[in-house]
């Protein structure tokens, strides 16, 4: 194994409470909608692509509508992360900083461009990752996107460590091992290694 490539929700940490603060905001601004996000309705949607959300959340409005209210949620959710962060699982930059000094890190998550840079800005983490991608940069599934960070790193050997069954599939798409974060919030039950803490990694790995 020369890399590791990870997920961000459900893998490296919660975001909900901040994105929750971000998305009920927004909610407020429009009457056709008429809701409040809830935290496990928000867990419900966590590794799907946003027009997968915008389907699950709000399925009274039409797609056009959907879209609409989900940009807006998006760049404000990426504003407010930036300036509060999110909630690291224990032990995650220790974790990286010995890694990072045997493999190659980067991270590959279905959210829209700027997720992951409010993510980098807060924490301080992006020394530890080479490369990232996702959806809102390449309009590409999460399996194509992990292609992607293949072929442009020349990686010969990852791995790819997610918490959803989306990112199971987005593994096997990318014919690399899956390992299962299984503190996070999805269910897997096919999958080559899993760890019940971050920290646990360094013990398979």
């Given amino acids: ?29 429009y009457k056709q909608v008429n809701k409040e996000i809830t935290k496990e309705e928000l867990k419900g949607t966590m590794g799907l692509q946003m027009k997968e959300i915008g389907e699950n959340l ?46 190659k890190l980067y991270i590959v998550s279905n959210c829209q461009h700027g997720y992951i840079e409010a993510f980098y800005k807060f924490h ?31 990686l010969k050997n990852p791995v790819y460590v997610g918490d959803t069954e989306g990112d199971l599939k987005a593994a096997k798409y990318a014919g690399i091992p899956f390992v299962y974060a299984n503190y996070g919030f999805g269910e897997v039950n096919n999958y080559d290694y899993a760890i019940n803490k971050f920290d646990e990694l360094l013990k398979i790995i």
């Avoid at 961000?8 to 971000?22: E, K, N, P, Q, Y």
């Avoid at 039409?62 to 760049?75: A, S, Y």
């Avoid at 504003?79 to 010995?98: A, M, Q």
């Avoid at 983490?125 to 020349?154: A, C, H, Q, V, W």
């Fill in 124 to 154: 301080r983490l992006d020394k530890y990752f080479l490369d990232y991608e996702n959806p809102g940069r390449t309009g590409l599934s999460k399996g194509e996107n992990i292609r992607l960070i293949i072929n442009r790193n020349g």
């Fill in 1 to 29: 194994m020369d890399s590791i490539i990870f997920d961000l929700d459900g893998t490296l940490w919660d975001s909900r409470d901040t994105v929750l603060i971000a998305w009920n905001k927004i909610m407020k601004q």
């Fill in 58 to 103: 709000f399925p009274n409005l039409d797609e056009d509508m959907q879209e609409k209210v989900l940009h807006e949620c998006g760049e404000l959710e990426c504003d407010y992360l930036s300036e509060h962060g999110g909630s690291l699982y224990e032990n995650v930059e220790n974790v990286l900083n010995v890694l990072s000094k045997k493999y």
